[in-house]
């Protein structure tokens, strides 16, 4: 019979307890909790290389769904497509993945997350295929949304096998490693579509790269050290709130450094969120649900990315409108201008430098975008509030998984304990 978890003290239980149940029909379930307590994890060969695949899918499809928005304003141009289409091209991708990652999260406790992992591949390499393929937007469109169903499949099970794998309280750090790996992916993937030279790209990357995935690694070892996270999370919004609102201060202006300062920041803050939310989310869960939780902390994460874009683009076109009406010479066609604002980053391009309409555009641009700080700061500001409704609860529970891996002389010990 399952023994209910308790989440209302930080007690350190590290009592091995013999397996309540094997040899449920034909499957023997191994408890490897059962003969290691939470604290001694240690990892073999097959840990590390299951590992480091998850983290190589989770590069590709970082890369892949970050990489096209770039390229939008050129594929719109060779498709000879509208902006209305290469902004779906962009965002099928984003929608179909948040859409179907809580299907592939509940089909893998059914059907085992092995073959749910190979068809989320499959989709996603269909998908890449018949986009690379395509000749018009249509089988664009068609390609990413394809894309998307694996991407978001494979976005959710690789979530849901570090909890397979790894005990509550040491998957902290885990986390932060994949959370690297993404943000490697999504930053350096536009960059490099965009063929920047390697210093521009180390100036941009570096906020981003050298905040949130060392802050999410960081945290996720002092949690495991201490078995707290609240802190985090309280640090983590704080600085975010701080950071954004200090990227107000971003315009035409604006010198090297005190871009990548004013990144580092909201960049740290949002590390510290990344692991430490994620393992309040578990831990608030039991152990046979956790996988569930981890699924739906995902699910939510892409959501709110898909309604961030949404509400950030809605915001921006609203402001930039009214910050070209202000310029004589552009109060005409201000509404032609904002309703395809990433196209006109090219014409401002094609754009003679010192020119005055180019000057007038661009500080309309600089000036929109601080309107859009200001709503996240407002955002983030509220999150922060919320999250003193957080609760301490245990990170020191034995993990409970049919689906981890078992590593040789796994059997040896289970017999050991059954004997």
């Known amino acids: 019979m399952e023994q209910p978890r308790d989440n209302k003290t930080f007690e350190h ?64 141009k060779s498709l000879h497509g509208s902006a209305i289409t290469a902004f779906w091209c962009g965002t099928s991708f984003l929608l179909s993945s ?32 018949v986009g690379a393929l395509a000749q018009d937007f ?17 976005i959710s099970l690789t979530e849901i096998l570090i909890t397979d794998l790894v005990p509550l309280r040491e998957r902290g750090k885990w986390f932060g490693f994949q959370s690297l790996t993404w943000a490697l992916g999504s930053v350096t993937g536009p960059l490099a579509v965009k063929a920047y030279s390697p210093v521009i790209v180390g100036v941009v990357v570096f906020p981003e790269t050298f905040t949130i995935a060392p802050a999410s690694i960081l945290v996720g070892v002092a949690v495991s050290i201490s078995g707290r996270f609240r802190w985090a999370i309280w640090s983590g919004w704080s600085l975010t709130v701080l950071g954004i609102g200090l990227l107000y201060l971003l315009g035409p202006e604006t010198s090297v450094p005190a871009f990548v300062f004013l990144n580092l920041i909201p960049g740290l803050g949002m590390g510290l969120l990344f692991s430490s939310m994620n393992l ?99 955002l983030a500001f509220v999150a922060f509030v919320l999250s003193f409704g957080t609760k301490g609860l245990s990170l020191s529970a034995e993990m409970e998984t049919k689906q981890g891996l078992k590593e040789r002389g796994d059997q040896q010990r289970h017999d050991q304990v059954t004997q």
Not at 103 to 110: D, K, P, V
Not at 324 to 330: E, I, N, S, V, W
């Open 13 to 76: 239980d590290n009592q091995s307890e013999l397996p309540s149940q094997l040899g449920t029909g034909n499957l023997t379930v191994l408890d490897l909790a059962s003969s290691s307590p939470p604290d001694n994890f240690n990892p073999g060969w097959s840990f590390y290389a299951s590992f480091t695949s998850l983290c190589i899918i989770t590069l590709a499809v970082a890369l892949d769904a970050t990489s096209l928005s770039v390229a939008l304003p050129i594929i719109s």
């Open 98 to 129: 948040t859409v179907f990652q809580p299907t592939f999260a509940t089909l893998s406790h059914i059907l085992g997350r092995k073959p749910l992992l190979f068809i989320a591949l499959l989709f996603f390499t269909v998908g890449a295929i």
């Open 138 to 154: 249509t089988s664009l469109l068609i390609g990413r949304s394809i894309q998307g169903i694996g991407g978001g499949g494979i």
């Open 280 to 378: 309040a989310t578990q831990a608030a869960a039991t152990e046979k649900h956790v996988g569930f939780a981890a699924a739906m902390y995902i699910f939510m994460r892409s959501l709110g990315q898909g309604i961030g874009v949404a509400v950030g683009g809605v915001v921006f076109q609203s402001q930039f409108v009214v910050e070209l009406r202000a310029y004589p010479g552009l109060a005409r066609n201000a509404t032609a201008l904002a309703q395809d604002a990433s196209g006109l980053v090219q014409v401002i391009k094609a754009m003679p430098e010192g020119a005055p309409e180019r000057i007038s555009i661009v500080n309309a641009y600089a000036d929109a975008l601080k309107v859009v700080w200001a709503v996240m700061a407002g």
